[in-house]
């Protein structure tokens, strides 16, 4: 069975980092590519960060370039893929969700919901001003 587990959320204040995972079980991250969502209350779910099969491209949305990093495991059997968020800001706040979808490619991410075929439970962050 294919689950994706996050973990990593909580309260930060306003300039402060947090580091969530995203743990595989069922399959391994290299023939997945992988993406990071966040729904706050009231909007709609928005994509964040993603990142292909071989972890050599990755894509951000505007709002979190230069401030958050997506990582994959670097160990063979990679079934981890990280988000690293600094600098965190109150609109950050929100409910966020990894995803992945089959890519055979490598090279190849991800940048619609839609595309994706597996979603982790989410992990609440809350960034307090």
């Known amino acids: 069975e294919v689950q994706l587990v996050e973990s990593g959320g909580g309260l930060v204040q306003a300039g402060g980092s947090l580091r969530l995972s995203c743990v595989a079980s069922g399959f391994t991250f290299d023939a997945f590519a992988i993406g990071w969502f966040r729904q706050a209350p009231g909007k709609e779910r928005e994509g964040v960060a993603c990142?292909?099969?071989?972890?050599?491209?990755?894509?951000?949305v505007d709002s979190v370039k230069g401030r958050f990093i997506i990582s994959s495991d670097s160990d063979k059997f990679k079934n981890t893929v990280y988000l690293q968020m600094n600098s965190l800001k109150p609109e950050d706040t929100a409910v966020y969700y990894c995803a992945a979808t089959r890519d055979y490619t490598g090279s190849i991410y991800y940048t619609t919901a839609a595309e994706y075929d597996y979603w982790g439970q989410g992990t609440q962050v809350t960034v307090s001003s």
């Open positions: 990142i292909s099969s071989s972890g050599d491209n990755t894509a951000y």
